[in-house]
């Protein structure tokens, strides 16, 4: 909190960080605080999937001081920020109002209870676990640091602070080892131990940490403001999948096996979808699920090659769909929005657990902004 005792902007930043670390989106991505003063004071707070006009007339109706979307409200840079309807709009609402707004997108597809956990826990899946792990996008490093042992931790907690570290739910994760570190400084060197001109022999600590992409030069400052060398030695490494814990989708087992239309029944009580369209083999038993929340029609291949009987996702195409139709897994499609929206009570459960009577938060559940209608009837004697 501020100094003055009031919760701010920041404050919840860092709240949701901790469950959704905003450093593990996307590099494509926009998020964090989008719009308003980070040290501005927050007693209330909506949550909502997008920034939509439904949205911010309920904000005229019931003010609130913060904004929480999933769907980033700035996603592409804005040449103007207008009034008048276009990309900019719900931005010029907004500030007018004075609400802020955090986003928080990817690094919430990504985190280990993210959005397809939620939607697996609503369905009751047991054994739950990543589809594609890691964050295939988040350009995750390796950061290994030659440090005295007497600025290890220093150097670690500068590191930290900075966005590095975090693996999961865990965070301040390093790896230590003692070694012998050497060094020869030149004329024009001030080495902190020994003198120019002389070889020298120091104990020293391998520090090794990890830090996603959109870090990684944050870390790096970081750990040389905190480093008493004035040539620290530091080592990048660029890692693979798996490396920060979390990633796309999960893939879990139903506590009894299903025929597919008693699954689909269960997955219609759990997640209230707007529609489930389905395309695949209608005579299935079901008993793993894998599911992607949002778009994920392109990850059907990893839901077949880790053995799933039901693959539930969003905005699958026509071809996607006549390839499921192909093959021997059902593909549920629930919409985009049907599936996302289950992270918006995770947010509220976030900001209410770590500021209890202090900021209120409501969530809007919003539905899906396509609607179906029924196509109209021909009429006798017209053409099909």
Avoid at 255 to 283: M, N, Q
Wanted: with cysteine.
């Amino acid at each position: 909190m501020s100094r003055r005792g009031a919760v701010t902007v920041n404050d919840v930043l860092r709240a949701l960080d901790e469950r959704f670390p905003f450093a593990h989106c996307a590099d494509w991505d926009n998020v964090g605080i989008l719009l308003g003063d980070p040290d501005a004071p927050v007693r209330s707070a909506l949550i909502a999937l997008d920034a939509t006009p439904a949205v911010i007339a309920r904000l005229r109706r019931r003010p609130a001081d913060l904004l929480v979307t999933h769907h980033p409200v700035v996603f592409t840079p804005l040449k103007s920020v207008r009034p008048d309807p276009g990309p900019s709009a719900a931005a010029f609402a907004l500030l007018r109002m004075g609400v802020a707004v955090i986003s928080a997108h990817t690094n919430a597809d990504a985190a280990p209870r993210g959005v397809s956990h939620a939607m697996g826990r609503r369905l009751g899946l047991l054994g739950m676990r990543p589809l594609i792990p890691g964050e295939p996008s988040s350009g995750a490093c390796k950061i290994v640091a030659f440090v005295p042992p007497s600025h290890a931790e220093a150097v670690l907690a500068a590191a930290a602070e900075a966005g590095g570290g975090r693996i999961g739910a865990y965070s301040r994760c390093s790896f230590r080892t003692q070694g012998t570190g050497t060094f020869l400084g030149g004329p024009d060197s001030s080495p902190r131990m020994g003198a120019p001109g002389a070889e020298e022999r120091v104990e020293e600590v391998r520090l090794e940490t990890v830090a996603p992409g959109s870090r990684v030069r944050a870390v790096l400052c970081a750990v040389r403001k905190a480093h008493p060398y004035e040539e620290p030695a530091i080592d990048v490494v660029p890692l693979r999948e798996g490396a920060l814990g979390g990633g796309i989708g999960i893939v879990g087992e139903l506590p009894e096996s299903l025929p597919l239309d008693r699954a689909l029944d269960a997955l219609r009580r759990a997640l209230r979808p707007s529609w489930i369209h389905v395309a695949g083999p209608r005579r299935k038993t079901v008993g793993r699920v894998a599911i992607v929340g949002g778009s994920g029609a392109e990850f059907a291949f990893a839901a077949r090659e880790a053995g799933a009987d039901l693959y539930v996702t969003g905005d699958v195409k026509y071809h996607q769909a006549l390839d499921a139709a192909a093959g021997d897994m059902p593909v549920a499609d629930i919409g985009h929005a049907s599936g996302e929206r289950w992270i918006l009570p995770e947010f509220r459960r976030v900001i209410s657990a770590r500021f209890p009577g202090v900021v209120s938060a409501r969530v809007i559940m919003d539905e899906e902004p396509m609607r179906a209608v029924p196509a109209r009837r021909r009429r006798g004697g017209e053409k099909p």
